[in-house]
């Protein structure tokens, strides 16, 4: 499997995911989005040593992996080009922050701690936007997005730039393999061929362009859609996801909850 068809297979996987009819898949787009904004808001919050403070946020992500029953290891798979980025920002912190900082009678380099605590912050931000992807589709995100008085026309061009993105990639392979076909012993395109290829990817990507909106005003399209066929009610069960992540993280935000079960044990 080549790199192309290897992205369009995770955009498929991506949505397969987010239409399983698991629990958490089934609570309120609304809900589930703005849990992750008050959770990332309050992971970036936390002062940048306080490590324990920072760690114990992993219980939200720890949870819903659990509850949703995803693979921690896929994961990690697809998120290994985003992870390295996210420790590479932290990683010139222990030489930029050369402090030292008395922890219980220890002392301890304030820019290792910085380094911890920079690198959790990304990571955990990182895994609750997949959590949120991967147990949510894109027409449900539309839908809350929608429901939070976002315009229509943003709405609608982000839901249709992430339904091109496969046809654009579906023509790019296309493309790929006739030219392969053409120049079997050739390793890669030269680039003597970039130009006349990408204006052909330009002109067939208008084309099916086109016809994807002469089929949206065939079915009725007048600049807005429905999301979802049905408008979904908050349930209790909704209400009672929302509370109860708000309460804990809160909690987890407030109390050094790790620190003190550390001293309690």
Known sequence: MNKINGAIY???????LASRDQWVNR??????????????????????Y???????????????????????????????????????????NPFLDKNTIWIDGVRVSAGILSMATLIMKGGFSVLASYLLIATTSVEKLCYAFRMLRIPKAAV????????YITVLLEEVNRI?????????RQKGIHFRAWGPLAGQLLLR?????????????????????????EKAGIRPQDIAYLVFWLAVIAVFRKWPVVRL???LF
């Open 50 to 92: 306080d490590v324990a403070g920072t760690a114990g946020m992993m219980v939200y992500p720890a949870a819903v992996f659990i509850l949703s029953e995803l693979s921690f290891k896929d994961t990690l798979k697809r998120l290994r080009l985003v992870l390295p980025l996210v420790c590479l920002v932290g990683i010139w």
């Open 205 to 229: 990507s208008m084309d099916r362009a086109n016809e994807v909106y002469d089929s949206m005003r065939l079915r009725g399209y007048q600049g807005d859609f429905l999301y979802i066929r």
């Open 10 to 16: 995770e955009i498929h996987h991506m949505d397969t």
């Open 27 to 48: 609570i309120h787009p609304l809900v589930k989005f703005v849990v992750t904004i008050v959770y990332i808001a309050a992971v970036v919050s936390f002062h940048k």
């Open 176 to 184: 790929t393999q006739a030219y392969m076909l053409r120049a079997p």
């Open 261 to 263: 079960a550390g001293e």
């Open 156 to 163: 609608t061009q982000f839901m249709l730039t992430y339904r």
